[in-house]
């Protein structure tokens, strides 16, 4: 089974996991739930916590064992995300949630190209200031059904606000370029025609 490393949200502390840690346990997984910088036990003084303090700590926890899945309820899942961007090579299960439609061979390539991936950029909203020329650009969307990451019901409202128009539909996960490269490029060669 899997180490799961569990993560509290804003004013928790690990305790907040004691009704869930034992049924996941008893499930056959390894399982630790901590307190995060300042908050449950840990004596750090609220002027030192920060949200790299936070991604410090989980990443020390996963120091400790073999790779491990993150849960994070709330605020914890901003922590988790930090922490897999600072040590991604501790946390398991991107074949479950990006990669799942990939044979072994696939998801094994696919997952010896990830890197690391800088946080900041998803904090910047976009700017359009391409007026006309860029409001008469044709868009297209390719859309994974199985997608994890990025749900299809979050695809179609994001496609339908760009106005997308033609979609092409590709039953796979996230990863369409390791897990069906096949289709993808019969979808990319539709598109440029």
């Not at 036990?41 to 030192?48: G, K, N, Q």
């Not at 297209?140 to 339908?160: E, T």
Request: hydrophobic letters at 45%; one cysteine or more; charged letters at 25%.
């Amino acid at each position: 089974m899997a180490r799961i490393v569990l993560v509290h949200g804003a004013f928790g502390r690990a305790a907040n996991w004691d009704r869930v840690a034992p049924g996941l346990r008893a499930a056959g997984h390894e399982v630790e739930a901590i307190d995060l910088p300042g908050q449950g036990d840990d004596p750090t003084p609220v002027a030192e916590v920060t949200l790299d303090r936070y991604a410090a700590r989980v990443c020390e926890a996963l120091a400790s064992g073999p790779r491990a899945v993150l849960v994070g309820h709330s605020m914890g899942g901003v922590v988790i995300t930090q922490a897999a961007a600072r040590c991604p090579e501790r946390i398991e299960r991107a074949r479950e949630g990006l990669m799942h439609c990939c044979d072994d061979e696939a998801a094994a390539w696919a997952a010896s190209l990830r890197g690391t991936q800088p946080v900041a950029p998803f904090t910047h909203p976009v700017q359009i200031d391409g007026g006309e020329a860029f409001a008469g650009l044709p868009r297209a969307y390719v859309m994974c059904l199985q997608d994890r990451a990025i749900k299809p019901a979050l695809q179609r409202l994001m496609l339908k606000r760009a106005g997308c128009d033609p979609v092409i539909e590709i039953d796979t996960d996230h990863s369409v370029w390791a897990s069906r490269p096949n289709e993808l490029v019969a979808a990319l060669d539709r598109l440029a025609a």
